[in-house]
C-alpha cells in the first residue's frame, strides 16, 4: 500500500511561505512526478513527504494514518538523492544492507534480498566494491537497491537523473518506469525536466511558487492545460503564444498554438514570415520565424527534411482546432 | 634536445636549495653519529677516544632508558586518546547550531597560541600547587586534603597539561571534517531507519577517520619531543617518573655534560621515532587513501 494525501500542508521558512496550503492526493501505484523551475518548491515538497522537513501546519497522511509528526524512519518510506548519498566507506552490499541492519531483519533475509535486488538492478558483480569504484549510473541503481530492499510504502526520487549524461539519463528513465510497472508501488518523482516528467508519469503534478498549477495525465496536461504557465511549460518546443489582433480575432486575450501543430508552406498560409534559425533533427525541422508580426519569434516544426533555407520567406497556417485561447488572467477559456 | 638541457639547467638552478637543505640535516646528524662513538666528557678534558658502541650500551642499558621509553609512549597514547576523544565530542558541540558560536571557537583554539612553557607554568603555579592551586582550594573546600599532582601523579599532570594544548588542533581538524559531511548522507541514514547514535557510529566516524588520521600523524611527531612542559614543572621527576627520552638526552648532555651519550641517546631516540612513523603508516596510513 502506499496512499499518500496531503491536508492543507503549509511551509515556511521564517516569514517565507515556500509553500502555501496545498491539497494532493497521491493513489497506491501511482507515478507522480512533480514538475516545475527551479525554485518552484517541488523538492522541498517530498521533502516534506519525506520527513526531512517539518510542515508548518496541515497535515500527511500516508495509508490513512497521519505522519505529519512521525520521524523519517517510521513513514515507510524510502528515498533516492540527487547526489545518490551512498555511505563512501561501506561496499554496495554493506551500503544496501544498511537500512536492513538498522531495521534488525535477520542476516538470512538480508542476504536474499540483496541477492534479489543486486539481480534486478545488475549489480551482482559488484557488490564487493566501493562506490568510489562505481560509474555515475552503476551509484544511482545502488541508491535505488538500498530503497528497494526496505520494500516501502512509496518511493521518493528527488532528481535522481540530473547527474548523469544525456545517454545513460534514457536509460535510467526507462529502467525506472521498468522498475515501476514490476514493483507497482507508488512512485513519487521530482524533476525540472518536462521530458522526464512526460515519459514516466501516470500523473503530473505542475508547481510554480509553491502553488499546484495543474494535476493530470500527461497527455491531459499537453491537451489541455489549464492556463498559460502549464502551456508553455509542458511540451518542447515550447508552446507559441500570440497576444494583439490576431489573438483579438480569435475572441481571446492570448492564443496559444504548439509548434507541431502550425502547418508550413513555401506559397501560401495565414501568416508570413523569414525563417531565422533552422534546426535540422533529421527526423523534424524546427524553424524559428521572425517578422511575422504576431510575436518576436514563433517556432514552427516541419516532418522530415525540408528545402527551406535560413532568409527565405514563408507562409504558416495553424490548425485552428489545436489553438489554445486564454483570458487575459491567463486561464484557458 | 632541448629537453635534456633543460632539465640539466633545472637540476643546476634547483642544486643551491637542495644542498643547503641536505646540509642543513646531514652535517648534524654525522656530528651526532660522530659523537656517539666517542668518549666525550665536557668534565673530563682531554682526549676525546674513539670508543665505538661504548656509549650505547651505557645508555640502553641505563634503567632510565627503559623508563623513560615507557614514559614516551605513555606520553603519546595518553595524549592521542584524550585529544582525538574529546577532540571528537568538543567537534560535535561546536558543530550545532547555538548562539556566539565565533567566540566559542576562537576561545576553544586558544591554548593552542599559549607557548608551552607559559601554559605548562600556568597549570603547574595557579591549578597544580598544592598550597595556592585552584584545584587544591577545591579539595579543600570539600574537605579533602589537597593532591599534589606534579609529585603524586607527574605522568598523569603532564599528560594532562600536554593535552590540553593539543585538543584545540584536533578540534579545529576534526570540526573541518564533519563540516564537509554531506548533508544528504545523514538525511539517507535518517531515511535508513539510523537513531542519533547510529548515524554517529555509522557514517560520522568512517567520515572522521582520515582527519582522524592525519591528527595521530602529526600529533605524534610533537608528542615525541615534549620537553619544555616537563623542563619547567617536574624536571623528569620525582626520580625518573616523568622523564621522556628528549628530557633524557637532555640531562646527559647538558646536566651531566656527557657530550657522547647525549649523542648516542639522540641516535636512539631517532631509530625509535622511525620505529613509531613505520609502525603507525602500516596502522592507519591506508586511512589517507582517496
Known amino acids: 500500500m502506499g496512499q499518500i494525501t496531503l491536508k492543507k500542508v503549509r511551509k515556511a521558512f521564517g516569514d517565507v511561505?515556500?509553500?502555501?496550503?496545498?491539497?494532493?492526493?497521491?493513489?497506491?501505484?501511482?507515478?507522480?512526478?512533480?514538475?516545475?523551475?527551479?525554485?518552484?518548491?517541488?523538492?522541498?515538497?517530498l521533502r516534506l513527504i519525506a520527513g526531512l522537513e517539518d510542515v508548518s501546519s496541515g497535515e500527511i497522511e500516508i495509508d490513512g494514518r497521519p505522519s505529519a509528526e512521525l520521524p523519517p524512519a517510521k513513514r515507510g518510506l524510502a528515498m533516492v538523492f540527487q547526489s545518490y548519498a551512498l555511505y563512501p566507506h561501506m561496499s554496495v552490499r554493506k551500503n544496501i544492507a544498511f537500512p536492513m541492519k538498522m531495521a534488525k531483519i535477520s542476516q538470512d533475509e538480508q542476504n536474499r534480498r540483496i541477492e534479489a535486488a543486486a539481480s534486478a538492478l545488475n549489480l551482482t558483480e559488484y557488490l564487493d566494491r566501493k562506490p568510489g569504484q562505481l560509474s555515475g549510473g552503476q551509484r544511482q541503481r545502488v541508491a535505488i537497491g538500498r530503497a528497494i530492499v526496505r520494500e516501502p510504502a512509496a518511493f521518493l526520487f528527488d532528481e535522481p537523473l540530473s547527474n548523469l549524461d544525456a545517454a545513460l539519463r534514457v536509460g535510467m528513465r526507462l529502467e525506472i518506469s521498468e522498475l515501476h510497472k514490476r514493483l507497482a508501488t507508488t512512485m513519487i518523482y521530482v524533476t525540472h525536466d518536462q521530458i522526464e516528467a512526460m515519459t514516466m508519469a501516470d500523473k503530473i503534478v505542475v508547481l510554480r511558487a509553491g502553488r499546484i498549477e495543474q494535476v493530470g495525465a500527461p497527455?491531459?496536461?499537453?491537451?489541455?492545460?489549464?492556463?498559460?504557465?502549464?502551456?508553455?511549460?509542458?511540451?518542447?518546443?515550447?508552446?507559441?503564444?500570440?497576444?494583439?489582433?490576431?489573438a483579438a480575432r480569435h475572441n481571446a486575450h492570448t492564443i496559444g498554438i504548439r509548434p507541431e501543430h502550425i502547418d508550413v508552406s513555401a506559397t501560401e498560409?495565414?501568416?508570413?514570415?523569414?525563417?531565422?534559425v533552422a534546426e535540422h533533427l533529421g527526423s523534424d525541422t524546427y524553424f524559428h520565424i521572425h517578422d511575422t508580426g504576431l510575436a518576436e519569434t514563433v517556432t514552427v516544426r516541419a516532418?522530415?527534411?525540408?528545402?527551406l533555407r535560413h532568409?527565405?520567406?514563408?507562409?504558416?497556417?495553424?490548425?485552428?482546432?489545436?489553438?489554445h485561447r486564454f483570458d487575459n488572467e491567463g486561464l484557458k477559456q | 634536445m632541448a629537453t635534456t638541457h633543460a632539465r640539466a639547467a633545472a637540476r643546476l638552478m634547483i642544486s643551491p636549495s637542495v644542498i643547503l637543505l641536505l646540509g642543513w640535516m646531514l652535517i648534524p646528524l654525522g656530528m651526532t653519529l660522530y659523537f656517539s662513538?666517542?668518549?666525550?666528557?665536557l668534565l673530563m678534558p682531554g682526549d676525546n677516544p674513539f670508543v665505538g658502541i661504548e656509549n650505547y650500551q651505557y645508555f640502553l642499558t641505563d634503567p632510565a632508558f627503559t623508563a623513560a621509553l615507557i614514559n614516551t609512549l605513555a606520553l603519546v597514547v595518553g595524549v592521542l586518546a584524550v585529544t582525538i576523544i574529546g577532540g571528537t565530542l568538543l567537534a560535535?558541540?561546536?558543530?550545532?547550531?547555538?548562539?556566539?558560536?565565533?567566540?566559542?571557537?576562537?576561545?576553544?583554539?586558544?591554548?593552542?597560541?599559549?607557548?608551552?612553557?607559559?601554559?605548562?607554568?600556568?597549570?603547574?603555579?595557579?591549578?597544580?600547587?598544592?598550597?595556592?592551586?585552584?584545584?587544591?582550594?577545591?579539595f579543600k573546600s570539600l574537605g579533602l586534603a589537597p593532591f599534589d599532582f606534579l609529585a603524586q601523579a607527574p605522568l598523569f599532570s603532564i599528560i594532562w597539561i600536554v593535552s590540553w594544548q593539543w585538543l584545540p588542533f584536533a578540534?579545529?581538524?576534526?570540526?573541518?571534517?564533519?563540516?564537509?559531511?554531506?548533508?544528504?548522507?545523514?538525511?539517507?541514514?535518517?531515511?535508513?531507519?539510523?537513531?542519533?547514535?547510529?548515524?554517529?557510529?555509522?557514517?560520522?566516524?568512517?567520515?572522521?577517520?582520515?582527519?582522524?588520521?592525519?591528527v595521530v600523524l602529526i600529533e605524534t611527531i610533537f608528542l615525541l619531543s615534549v620537553f619544555a612542559e616537563i623542563l619547567v614543572t617536574t624536571n623528569g621527576g620525582p626520580g625518573n617518573a616523568s622523564t621522556n627520552l628528549t628530557y633524557l638526552v637532555y640531562a646527559e648532555s647538558l646536566l651531566r655534560f656527557d657530550v657522547g651519550m647525549g649523542s648516542a641517546g639522540g641516535v636512539v631516540a631517532i631509530i625509535l621515532a622511525n620505529i613509531v612513523a613505520i609502525f603507525l603508516m602500516r596502522a592507519i596510513g591506508k586511512n589517507l587513501d582517496a
Not at chain 1, 226 to 242: E, L, Q, W, Y
Not at chain 2, 37 to 41: I, S
Not at chain 2, 182 to 210: K, V
Open chain 1, 17 to 45: 511561505e515556500v509553500i502555501p496550503p496545498l491539497d494532493l492526493q497521491i493513489n497506491d501505484g501511482e507515478f507522480v512526478v512533480f514538475v516545475g523551475p527551479s525554485g518552484c518548491g517541488k523538492s522541498t515538497l
Open chain 1, 219 to 246: 497527455l491531459e496536461l499537453y491537451e489541455n492545460p489549464r492556463n498559460i504557465f502549464v502551456a508553455g511549460f509542458i511540451g518542447s518546443p515550447r508552446m507559441n503564444f500570440i497576444e494583439g489582433p490576431e
Open chain 1, 269 to 276: 498560409g495565414d501568416w508570413q514570415g523569414r525563417i531565422g
Open chain 1, 303 to 307: 516532418s522530415g527534411e525540408v528545402t
Open chain 1, 311 to 323: 532568409g527565405e520567406t514563408v507562409f504558416l497556417t495553424p490548425q485552428a482546432e489545436k489553438i
Open chain 2, 37 to 41: 662513538v666517542l668518549r666525550y666528557n
Open chain 2, 92 to 138: 560535535l558541540l561546536l558543530d550545532q547550531p547555538m548562539w556566539a558560536t565565533g567566540i566559542w571557537r576562537i576561545l576553544v583554539i586558544a591554548p593552542f597560541f599559549v607557548m608551552p612553557t607559559v601554559s605548562a607554568l600556568v597549570w603547574k603555579n595557579m591549578f597544580m600547587n598544592p598550597v595556592n592551586g585552584l584545584f587544591a582550594h577545591l
Open chain 2, 171 to 214: 578540534t579545529l581538524i576534526l570540526l573541518t571534517a564533519m563540516q564537509s559531511l554531506d548533508r544528504e548522507q545523514i538525511e539517507a541514514a535518517e531515511m535508513d531507519g539510523a537513531g542519533a547514535l547510529s548515524r554517529f557510529r555509522h557514517i560520522t566516524i568512517p567520515h572522521l577517520g582520515r582527519a582522524a588520521t592525519v
